[in-house]
């Protein structure tokens, strides 16, 4: 059955509450001031009556508000005059994971059939209200938001059929990769890669274009074999590499504005245990040996920490049958290894809010049930934008990943992940790094000057800077799209977190942290022809920096062809919203 939500959504768990909160309802009424012209005297009588209609309707409109009823969970209960009331009952409130994206909408919608989602799309396509196709939520630049209208595939999560011969599946696109994975391994099947972590729906990981690590393989979207689309304009519709290839390689990273995507059918690869290695290094170490660490590596990416030379190395490879598992022992405990941390921590703590015990400040949780990212977290709410204290959390995770080396096994959708820690802003641009063959050396490069621009501009830049390394894409809207087979992409991701929601501190994080990435886009990406992640890109507010983004995203994507397409099948819009309309606006608009 078809189900509108009522409740505030929180897309990490699909448990949402709803939240009221107060918006200028009533007109405040403004009398007509008495004339000071001269004319004839006023009468006593007249005077009264003016002054009594003026009282009266003040007065009501005052008893008005005053009895208006406040909801249990109203942001604000302390009535202002003419200011707040509660907002209505079907009024939703629907947020991205870190917070930094939100908007209220009386449609959410989620069929539990592709005839149910073919019903909404045709409905709404009639009356030409927008329905955007939303996934699980965990975008950073909320993509896949608008107040207009929204529907949610969660409840179309079906694995469809499994050919274990051909290792192929297909699923219904609101399946989240980790129930997807827990339903196939009975196939002795997985994904070829994975993404940092395991939430997204299959739909919506595969619309932007996600990617995990190696340089032999490419972003998830590679993996689609074909899929099938519900369009206004055209019904569902089944697109392959064999049956209309042109629509297929433009809609596979179609960034949901071509069709909702109902159903992905996913080439898969053998379950495979693997051994991942970790261990801390340096940059010098790293350029004499990257051509290496690319080519004899399955999965490699690099972890770098502002204002010091350390970097995280960690590989990822097959377990060999013949050697088995790692024999090397860590040689320190995870509580060794966090002690360090424990200790910046103890000593922060006393330094901003005074003395406190060696198990912490009263208010504050036990610090050894806390993990490293959650002491991370807790250490910069402190003072996140001094960049002093940047700097001492940064050589304590540093000290933290010297004591964490070591080997560990573990199957592909155990191994690959990577906690990101808590709520944050994050942009990631793609660049290509040469061949893997012969890797131009780009991405070092970009690095060395991106570690060179934050120590020059004292940006309070917190770990890690992470770079990673797919195989092309062919799907023309990927950021790692390119004709030849052999070339090889490089991302890089910077962060600032957000740890915490005081709503002043937030805010000037935020700022710092468009500023930091400002002074990269300004340095770096014309020069390496860098492009943000579809899920981390942002709207310019200004316009003459939307209309440089706009031309510049016109010479990497074929972005006539792409509005061509949604004009085809989408032709009134209903997929679209503020963000896909100002990226790329149609001929018309412009």
Known sequence: MLRSFTSKRSFQSLLHHRRCRQNPQFPIFNPRPFSSSPGPPSSDAELRKYIGYTLLLLGSAAATYYSFPFSENARDKKAQLFRYAPLPDDLHTVS????THEVRTRTFLQPESIEELEGIVKEANVRKHKIRPVGSGLSPNGIGLTRAGMVNLALMDKVLSVDKEK????????????????????FGITLQNFAS???????????????????????????????????????????????????????????????????????????????????????????????????????????????????????????????????????????????????????????????VTDSGSPDEPEIVELSFTELRDKLLAMDPLNKEHVIKVNKAEAEYWRKSE????????????????????????????????????????????????????????????????????????????????????????????LPTMDARQRRQITEEFFHYRHMTQAQLWDHYSAFEHWAKIEVPKDKEELAALQARLKKKFPVDAYNQARKELDPNRILSNNMLEKLFPSSEAV
């Open 197 to 355: 972590i395991r939430e997204q729906q299959i739909g919506g990981i595969v619309q932007v274009g996600a990617h995990g690590t190696g340089a032999r393989l490419p972003p998830i979207d590679e993996q689609v074999i074909s899929m099938k689309l519900v369009t206004p304009a055209k019904g569902t519709i089944e697109i392959s590499k064999e049956k209309d290839p042109e629509l297929f390689y433009l809609a596979r990273c179609g960034l949901g504005g071509l069709g909702v995507v109902a159903e992905v059918t996913l080439q898969c690869v053998e379950r495979q245990e693997l051994v991942e290695h970790t261990f801390l290094s340096n940059m010098k170490y790293i350029k004499k040996n990257h051509k290496k660490f690319l080519s004899e590596n399955k999965h490699v990416k690099y972890l770098y920490i502002p204002y010091t030379d350390a970097v995280v190395v960690v590989t990822c490879n097959p377990m060999s049958k013949k050697k088995g598992p790692p024999k090397n022992k860590p040689k320190y405990t995870t509580e060794e290894a966090l002690q360090h941390v424990r200790d910046l921590y103890l000593e922060s703590l006393t330094k901003y809010r005074g003395q």
């Open 406 to 497: 070591g080997y560990r096994v573990g199957w592909s959708d155990e191994i690959l992940g990577f906690d990101c820690g808590g709520h944050q802003w994050v942009s990631e641009t793609c660049f290509p790094a040469g061949t893997l063959s012969k890797p131009s050396m780009k991405d070092l490069e970009y690095i060395e000057e991106l570690m060179q621009l934050i120590e020059k501009e004292s940006v309070p830049a917190p770990a890690p800077i992470e770079q990673r390394w797919t195989a092309c894409s062919k799907s023309r809207m990927s950021p790692a799209y390119s004709s030849a087979d052999d070339d090889i992409f490089s991302w890089v991701g910077i962060i600032m977190y």
């Open 96 to 99: 991205n994971w870190s917070g």
């Open 167 to 186: 290792k192929r599946v297909t699923v219904q696109a609101g399946i989240r990769v980790q129930q997807l994975v827990d339903e196939i391994k009975e």
